[in-house]
Nanobody, 124 residues
Framework: QVQLVESGGGSVQAGGSLNLSCTAS????????VAWFRQDPGKAREGVAV????????YYADSVKGRFTISLDNDKKTFHLLLNNLKPEDTAMYYC?????????????????WGQGTQVTVSS
């Protein structure tokens, strides 16, 4: 059973930073993509950032470009999302995801495995 575990969420003031981590129970090199999504209550889960395992190509939602950075850890089981210059509208539950069957890399339904989520709260 594949497991993904997020950590690093918290509460910060606008302009602050957080570093989220997602650790997998297996070597993530077996997947093509890993990603971060976020979700507010009552809203659809939004793709935030994706990274290609093979060559490190990244994709970002327009709302976070230039502020968020997705990266791979050298341990082959962890990936990160660095959140800089946070805004109140970034407040959400953040989820990591892995293993696409088919579909767009920034679409939640494309992914097979999910973490339990970590809360990010940004105050003004």
């Amino acid at each position: 059973q594949v497991q993904l575990v997020e950590s690093g969420g918290g509460s910060v003031q606008a302009g602050g930073s957080l570093n989220l981590s997602c650790t997998a129970s297996i070597n993530i090199a077996k997947w093509d993509y890993v990603a971060w999504f976020r979700q507010d209550p009552g809203k659809a889960r939004e793709g935030v950032a994706v990274i290609t395992i093979a060559d490190g190509t990244t994709y970002y939602a327009d709302s976070v470009k230039g502020r968020f950075t997705i990266s791979l850890d050298n341990d082959k089981k962890t990936f990160h999302l660095l959140l800089n210059n946070l805004k109140p509208e970034d407040t959400a539950m953040y989820y990591c995801a892995a293993d696409i069957s088919a579909g767009n890399v920034l679409t939640a339904s494309s992914y097979n495995y999910w973490g339990q989520g970590t809360q990010v709260t940004v105050s003004s």
